[in-house]
C-alpha cells in the first residue's frame, strides 16, 4: 500500500469529527438507527464506532447495493447477521419496489410503540442513503451524487404522520486498520476520488480477484482494460491514470458482474 493511498483512506475532514459528535447526540433522541451498508463489503463498510452509540435501540442494517453484490454471498450475509438477531435487509437502493420494503420493517419497529417513531439513517460516504430516502419519501428530497462526502447537513424528513427520519453526513472512520478495508472502501467509492490513487487501487483490487478465483476470472486487469476502452497515447503508451479511474467506475457500474469484496 502505497502512502498517497494509506493518506487517503485515513483521511477524517474537520465536518466529519463535527458530523460524528452530533450524530452521537441525535442518536440519543431517536428510537430506531437505520445504518447503511454497501452489500459488496459490509465488514469494512460498517462504522463500528456506532455500536457503542447505538446501545439497546432498536437498529436495522441495510445491505445496498444488492444487485451490484454476488448474491450466494449476500444470502450468506443476511444468515450471519440474522445469526446476531439484527434485523436486516437487502435492497437496490434506486429501485422503488425494493426501498418499499424498507418502509415496511421501519413500519413494524413503529407498530410496536406509541406516540412518534423517530429514527436516523447512517452510513459511511457514498453509502447510499440519499437514494433510499428519496425511495422512501418517493420524491427528490435529498441531494443524490456518485461521490464520497455531498451530504453535510442533518436534516428531518416525515416517512408518515407517525414516523420522522433524520438523514446524515456519510462519515468515515478516523482510521482504517488493514489495508485490505483501505483499498475495499475506495474501491466501493467511499473514499473521495482526489483522495486516492486509482492504480494502486484497481492493481490491488484485480490481485486479490485472481487469488480469490485461482486465477479463473474474466474481469480484465487494468492495462487490459485501458487497451480495450482506448486508454492509449500516442505511440501506445497506456494512460494508467484516466483508465484507472475508469476502471474504478465500470466496477460501481456492475460493468465486471456481481462481486462481493467480503465474505461473513
Known sequence: MNADLQRAVQWYPGHMVRAMRKMAEYVKLVDL???????????????PMLDAMIGSRARLTIL???DLADPQITAAWLDDFKRRERMV???????????????QA???????RTGMTRAIIVGLPNSGKSSIINGLLKR????????????RQLQWFRLSPTIELMDSPGILVPK????????KLAMIGAVPRERYDPE?????????LLEASNGRTNVPDLESFARSRGFVRRGGEVDYHNAAQSYVRAFNEGAFGRLSLERP
Open 33 to 47: 438507527v437505520i445504518e447503511v451498508i454497501d452489500a459488496r463489503a459490509p465488514r469494512s463498510d460498517a462504522n
Open 140 to 151: 427528490a428530497a435529498a441531494k443524490t451524487e456518485d461521490r464520497a462526502g455531498v451530504t
Open 200 to 208: 494502486e487501487v484497481s492493481a490491488r483490487f484485480h490481485a486479490w
Open 106 to 112: 421501519v413500519k413494524t419497529v413503529a407498530n410496536a
Open 64 to 66: 445496498n447495493r444488492d
Open 176 to 183: 482504517i486498520e488493514t489495508p485490505e478495508s483501505q483499498w
Open 89 to 103: 435487509i437487502a435492497v437496490e437502493g434506486r429501485q422503488q419496489q425494493s426501498v418499499g420494503r424498507i418502509l
